[in-house]
């Protein structure tokens, strides 16, 4: 029989987080975001284990880490060796992964062994939980699903929250690498502050329905050309319920073309 994390009144309801994770450097940097990050983890309360939904995992069907000791990914080019000598060493969570593969039926999951943390989770984990003491699942994004899809499958998992999990997103709301310009700095091009500031409306609004229709925003040809960055902050939007306070823990423009919106709820 399969044992699943239960319910006990006396576990906290975890809240539900989206990072807007950026450059893969804010996992060895210190800037304004991974500080805010690192207050966020010192806020928190402690989970039992952690679920991440990472833009760079982006696959056809749904699948989950089930791995005792998940490898720190490096899906990346370009970047100074200390970023591809970082580890993360996490553990992982085998029953939590059974457990969640039933939770989402009738969608079939895949018990995953060949992934691991990719650098949507450890850049920003390693600020948020430096010990890396903590276990830390992954959820795959299937592409082939509709956004009405993705807010379907994680409301599967709102239980968790009740029972210690922390289910976070990673990504960010508007990323477009084909125009991104490393001379304007930390600021936004016009459309991607326009889409980014109407996301941030509709979230605190809890505007649901506006935001599983984000692509009839101003802006959002340019500011999601791919969807699977911006999927992770509706995984963590459709989480909210009515008595979910909702927080904004950071936000920004990088190189005109990436937001670093961070959302909290509950």
């Known amino acids: 029989m399969m044992m699943t994390l239960e319910t006990n009144s006396s576990i906290a309801k975890m809240p539900a987080v989206f990072l807007g994770h950026g450059s893969p450097m804010n996992a060895i940097e210190q800037n304004r975001y991974t500080e805010a990050w690192r207050h966020l983890g010192q806020d928190l309360p402690r989970p039992k284990a952690i679920l991440m939904i990472s833009a760079h995992w982006y696959t056809r ?32 969570d085998a029953e939590l992964a059974a457990q969640i593969s039933q939770l989402l039926l009738p969608t079939t999951v895949t018990l995953d062994h060949g992934w691991g943390l990719d650098h949507g989770t450890w850049s920003v984990l390693t600020h948020v939980y430096p010990d890396a003491d903590i276990p830390v699942l992954q959820l795959s994004i299937d592409a082939t699903l509709s956004a009405e899809q993705h807010v379907a499958l994680i409301r599967q998992l709102a239980v968790l929250r009740e029972q210690g999990v922390l289910i976070m997103g990673s990504g960010n709301v508007v990323h477009n690498l084909r125009v991104m310009d490393w001379n304007v700095g930390s600021r936004s091009f016009d459309w991607a502050e326009q ?72």
């Open 61 to 92: 069907g749904t699948g989950v880490t089930a791995m005792q000791h998940p490898k720190t990914i490096h899906d990346f080019g370009g970047f100074p060796q200390a970023l591809f000598d970082f580890r993360y060493p996490a553990r992982g």
């Open 195 to 266: 889409f980014n500031e109407s996301v941030k409306r509709h979230f605190l609004d809890r505007n649901i329905e506006a935001l599983i229709d984000y692509m009839k925003l101003e802006g959002a040809k340019l500011s999601v050309p791919t969807a699977e960055h911006f999927l992770p902050f509706l995984y963590i939007a459709a989480l909210m319920t009515d008595d979910d306070p909702l927080k904004i823990i950071v936000d920004g423009g990088e190189m005109g073309s990436i937001t670093m919106l961070s959302v909290q709820v509950g």
